[in-house]
């Protein structure tokens, strides 16, 4: 397959770097995967692509960051900070509560395998040394969310990051996370990230992403989830700005009676490409999955949603639902969804759907005889439309931290 020289390139100088910083030599050039473009069917509709003449660079190790954030802002937590890919144990919480252990991912043995190995799966294992593996004992409340707060501070050159994150989460125990994006590089940035959580039997994941980009961003989050019997896992990912953003989020139920709830809100807006993909394996008998991905789309904004559900022939009486849903607020607007359905068991409820269309012009008649403005009506459609996700964020200040920063957005996209 013809490959991209200026990716290829780019490839070789990561690889060169890593090994420089890691003395990691099991990842090499010749035997890494390409990254994947428009030929590649699950990257079809957002290849990877970089600035022309930008040199990468991976940094490591501590980072002073100063006015960038308050611990306020986000109320009762347990913060931890990571800076251009990199966990800052001077920046973050000192103390955790009884049942939470914090530590170096190298030794945690929580490797899950990706459904689609890439070349960013493996740059980001080849660099594990620099994020966090937590372990929540067995039957622990653990009442304050876990934060990860990613950092990517100012440069003279591009910035790439590779924030890794391994949890281990116990028997019937019950935990909060949520994982905040922020950049202040001008300069082109990459943000390679992985996430594997291993849920345990009766246990409770809630989990939260909110990625911010920029114009100069590009992020590419996988994450990869394993639950055990009785276990279930909430995922609510709420993506705005600008830029080149793409998350794979993959989950296993390995165990039965095992729920997985998954939801979705993008703000896209310019020149934003968004692909949210997701794949849900159901493994055993009477497994629970639920996909709901909302998107509102204006500029030359550009909108994927990619969802793959597998049951597998033992998974008798699955249930899994999965919808796509969006509006256009513009002509230049584009949204490309593709839900697919792989089932190998006869004794399951099963469905998928996917709708794109525009504002419809009744209702805003209607609050516009109530002698509401064309741009307050628009306004508040599309606030009722996004309010099923946000609410399914169940930390209190945490929604209204992403509620404001959304209603912001709104504005702005209304206004044109």
Request: charged share 20%; with cysteine.
């Amino acid at each position: 397959m013809k490959t991209n020289p200026a990716l290829e390139e780019l490839k070789s100088s990561l690889i060169s770097q890593i090994q420089h910083l890691s003395g990691n030599a099991d990842i090499q050039p010749e035997t890494a995967l390409s990254f994947p473009g428009v030929k590649n069917e699950e990257w079809k509709y957002s290849p990877f692509q970089i600035p022309k003449d930008t040199n990468f660079v991976i940094q490591e190790g501590e980072a002073q960051v100063t006015g960038q954030f308050s611990t306020e802002e986000f109320g009762e937590c347990i913060l931890l900070v990571f800076v251009n890919g990199s966990f800052q144990p001077n920046l973050s919480e000192k103390s955790f509560p009884s049942g939470l252990r914090v530590g170096s991912p190298e030794k945690s043995g929580n490797s899950i395998a990706a459904f689609e190995n890439t070349l960013f799966s493996q740059l980001n294992d080849a660099t594990k040394q620099q994020g966090i593996f937590i372990d929540v004992a067995p039957k622990t409340l653990i009442e304050k969310p876990v934060i990860f707060l990613h950092l990517q501070t100012a440069q003279e050159t591009g910035l790439w990051s590779q924030p890794r994150v391994e949890i281990n989460v116990g028997e019937q125990a019950e935990v909060s996370f949520a994982e905040i994006w922020r950049n202040e590089n001008p300069q082109p940035t990459v943000i390679n990230s992985v996430t594997e959580v291993k849920v345990g039997k009766s246990a409770f994941v809630k989990w939260l992403n909110f990625e911010k980009g920029t114009a100069s961003l590009s992020q590419v989050h996988q994450t990869r989830v394993e639950t055990e019997e009785k276990a279930v896992f909430k995922h609510v990912v709420v993506a705005m700005g600008e830029g080149y953003l793409r998350n794979n989020l993959e989950i296993k139920i390995n165990g039965s009676q095992g729920d997985a709830h998954m939801y979705g809100l993008t703000l896209g807006n310019h020149k934003l490409l968004v692909d949210h993909h997701t794949f849900i394996n159901h493994k055993p008998e009477n497994t629970t999955s639920n996909q709901l991905y909302k998107g509102v789309f204006g500029g030359k904004s550009t909108g994927v949603f990619n969802g793959k559900i597998l049951v597998d022939q033992e998974a008798q009486k699955t249930n899994a639902y999965q919808s796509s849903k969006n509006i256009l607020l513009s002509p230049d607007a584009k949204v490309y969804a593709k839900p697919q359905l792989e089932i190998f068991a006869d004794d399951v409820k099963c469905s998928h759907g996917a709708t794109i269309g525009q504002l419809d012009e009744e209702p805003v008649f209607y609050l516009r005889s109530r002698g509401l403005d064309l741009a307050t009506a628009r306004m508040l459609l599309v606030q009722a439309f996004a309010s099923e996700i946000l609410m399914k964020i169940d930390n209190k200040n945490l929604r209204e931290l992403v509620e404001s920063e959304v209603l912001a957005e709104m504005d702005r996209m209304i206004a044109g």
